[in-house]
């Protein structure tokens, strides 16, 4: 009978803190995380009435011959989204008081 072989922890190297990213490491790193500090977030956040205005604002969905139906399930989805992150924003107490009704 063959002895079963325990697989062994994975091998990784410390980083040290000399260790200097390399040339293309630093590019992805400036592509994703940019030089510009990120702006101010938002103290109070404002829920839209109309949830799917700015995907209306890009045409129709390409998909032929269930336009309409699509249309719906969309809506539902969009509405679905809004209410569920307006509930996330309202238990963070981020809701301005315009909406908090």
């Given at each position: 009978?063959?002895?079963?072989?325990r697989?062994?922890?994975?091998?990784?190297?410390?980083?040290?803190?000399?260790?200097?990213?390399?040339?293309?490491?630093s590019?992805?790193?400036?592509?994703?995380q940019?030089?510009?500090?990120?702006?101010?977030?938002?103290?109070?956040?404002?829920?839209?009435?109309?949830?799917?205005?700015?995907?209306?604002?890009?045409?129709?969905?390409?998909?032929?011959?269930?336009?309409?139906?699509?249309k719906?399930y969309?809506?539902?989805?969009?509405?679905?989204?809004?209410?569920?992150?307006?509930?996330?924003?309202?238990?963070?107490?981020?809701?301005?008081?315009?909406?908090?009704?």
């Open positions: 009978m063959a002895k079963r072989l697989p062994s922890a994975p091998r990784t190297r410390k980083i040290s803190p000399g260790d200097r990213l390399s040339e293309q490491e590019k992805q790193h400036t592509f994703w940019g030089d510009a500090p990120l702006p101010e977030t938002p103290k109070y956040i404002d829920v839209t009435a109309d949830p799917g205005a700015v995907i209306r604002s890009l045409g129709p969905a390409p998909l032929e011959g269930i336009e309409e139906a699509s719906k969309f809506e539902g989805l969009y509405q679905r989204s809004v209410g569920l992150a307006s509930a996330l924003a309202s238990a963070a107490d981020l809701v301005s008081e315009e909406n908090a009704e």
